[in-house]
């Protein structure tokens, strides 16, 4: 986010009225170079220090901060640095370097020449170190190491008072950073407050600190009003319209982070440790923001789409565009989180791509989640069951509460409920008692053998008319059937079959049973005749 903050900033400053001229490239070619090169922007950067101090203004402010950030990005090594911090250890950097130099005589012109094939070079008499790094032009790119830049301090206490030995004007650059303040702030004169507020606090003024205290609880405060006041609202809303609150309250606790990032770098100018904690406090507090807005922008697709009128009202449809929304929005928090955690240091993306016995053991883990999801999708993609159909599978069956991105919840008839991973239904048979449009009603009278075959024939007919009366039993042409089916040592076997048209079992049930009453009534009748 900083990165962008800072690009705004340096646009804004080229659009200000004033004389553009093109800054020579810093020569690193050689250590004794880059060392010159130092020198040489060193007097340059003072020179912006002090028209700032002169006229604190926008302007002066992002020529200073876009030189500092210029040196510190190419005559340090920073690729350890957490990227959210980088252009304040830069800064920290070239103010202790410079203080460092200025202390000591200039390298000697007749210094013998660095071996070409050398990739480590210290300034003669001190433990100030170069590095030649792999990315530069020809490979001839000369920095001051990570190494010194982690001992700068040490350096710079070991010089203690030494006599500054440069023409310079600014002496002590780490007490000129700490009381520098934004153009905003320069006017209050806060440098100037007494006692307590001035002790040092990580390298920090106490008042920098409190203040930076102040700002961040003044958003979170402003932000956790506006959530609570968008959840009391926000009830008894339609799905769509609650996440859409809960996106611009995102977005608002999104720009209010960064509203506090802005401040803190640009005005406050926390220096020190405690400006590490800050900074990646608030940076990586901006990317969980975002990754919140982004899952609530998610589901407000989902819901939008679903809320539409010309949805069409099938629960099934509903269910699969929330199940992406769950899948996409999980994703797209997950990325931020880890690119917010990347920022902040943490190799997330590294460790994410990397090879190891930890990464495939997680992949393994993860096979039968991700069996799971793909199985999810295939059911809604064939579907074969929706949202409250009955189904049986295996040797089990019930009632589809609900489709998940790992299981499907199945309520049997007994009201308990069965959470049956989709790879498994996906695997098995299914079959959708709630998709027929029928029921077969098929069953077997026995009347004695000995009766007259004129009665039986005449029971026959009786049946099927009884059949016939009933108004869900299909009647098409051999339909309802009924016929003696066989003749037994003493009974004869009447068969029965029709169809019952109806998707209810609660129905066919019913429907069945006053048949089967009809049927043995039928059948008595005949045995009294």
């Known amino acids: 986010m900083h990165r962008w903050v800072f690009l705004l900033l340096t646009w804004l400053m080229a659009a200000l009225p004033a004389s553009a001229t093109l800054l020579a490239e810093l020569d690193t ?75 000591l005589p200039e390298l000697d012109a007749n210094t013998p020449p660095v071996d070409p094939q050398a990739t480590r ?41 030494a006599p500054v030995l440069a023409p310079v004007t600014i002496t002590d650059w780490t007490e000129f950073r700490r009381n520098f303040t934004g153009p905003l702030l320069t006017r209050l004169h806060l440098a100037s407050l007494p006692g307590p507020l001035q002790w040092d606090l990580l390298g920090s003024p106490a008042w920098k600190v409190l203040l930076t205290a102040l700002v961040l609880a003044v958003v979170a405060s402003i932000g956790f009003v506006v959530l609570r006041a968008a959840r009391r609202h926000a009830k008894g809303m339609p799905p769509w319209r609650r996440h859409l609150v809960m996106l611009l309250v995102a977005g608002l606790f999104v720009l209010l982070l960064d509203w506090a990032y802005v401040f803190i770098t640009w005005q406050i100018v926390l220096v020190g440790g405690i400006s590490d904690v800050g900074l990646l406090f608030t940076n990586f507090a901006i990317y969980l923001a975002a990754a919140w807005a982004a899952w609530s922008a998610c589901w407000l697709v989902a819901e939008a789409i679903i809320a539409a009128p010309n949805f069409p009202e099938r629960v099934y449809d509903a269910n699969l565009l929330r199940l992406l929304a ?81 299981s499907s919840q199945i309520r049997a008839p007994d009201g308990s409920v069965t959470s049956v991973p989709n790879a498994d239904l996906a695997k098995v048979h299914v079959t959708n008692l709630s998709a027929r449009d029928r029921w077969i009603f098929q069953h077997r009278l026995r009347v004695p053998r000995e009766m007259p075959a004129a009665r039986v024939e005449a029971l026959v007919e009786a049946l099927r008319a009884r059949l016939a009366a009933e108004p869900l039993v299909e009647t098409a042409p051999g339909w309802p059937r009924v016929h003696v089916a066989g003749i037994g040592r003493a009974n004869l076997s009447i068969q029965i079959t029709a169809q019952i048209l109806t998707q209810d079992e609660a129905v066919f049930l019913a429907v069945q049973q006053a048949l089967i009453l009809d049927a043995l009534q039928a059948v008595e009748a005949a045995q009294r005749e």
């Open 326 to 406: 769950r899948v996409c929005s999980l994703l797209a928090a997950a990325t931020l989180i880890v690119l917010g955690a990347n920022e902040a240091g943490v190799p997330m993306l590294g460790l994410l791509a990397g090879v190891s016995i930890g990464g495939l053991a997680l992949a393994l883990a993860a096979q039968a989640t991700v069996e799971n999801l793909l199985g999810g999708i295939s059911i809604f993609a064939d579907r074969p069951f929706r949202v409250g159909d009955t189904i049986a599978f295996g040797t089990a069956r019930g009632v589809v509460v609900s489709v998940g991105p790992r």
């Open 29 to 103: 070619s050689t250590p004794q170079a880059t060392v010159a090169s130092f020198r040489a922007e060193a007097r340059r950067v003072e020179a912006l220090f002090l028209a700032y101090r002169a006229a604190p203004s926008r302007a002066t402010e992002v020529a200073l901060t876009t030189a500092l950030t210029r040196a510190g990005r190419e005559l340090f090594d920073l690729r350890d640095t957490p990227p959210v911090t980088r252009i304040k250890h830069g800064a920290m950097a070239f103010g202790l370097m410079a203080d460092i130099l200025h202390r």
């Open 121 to 161: 070079w210290a300034i003669p008499g001190t433990e100030i170190r170069l590095v030649r790094l792999p990315d530069g032009p020809a490979g001839r790119h000369w920095v001051f190491s990570a190494e010194t830049l982690t001992h700068l301090p040490e350096f710079r206490a070991a010089l203690g008072n």
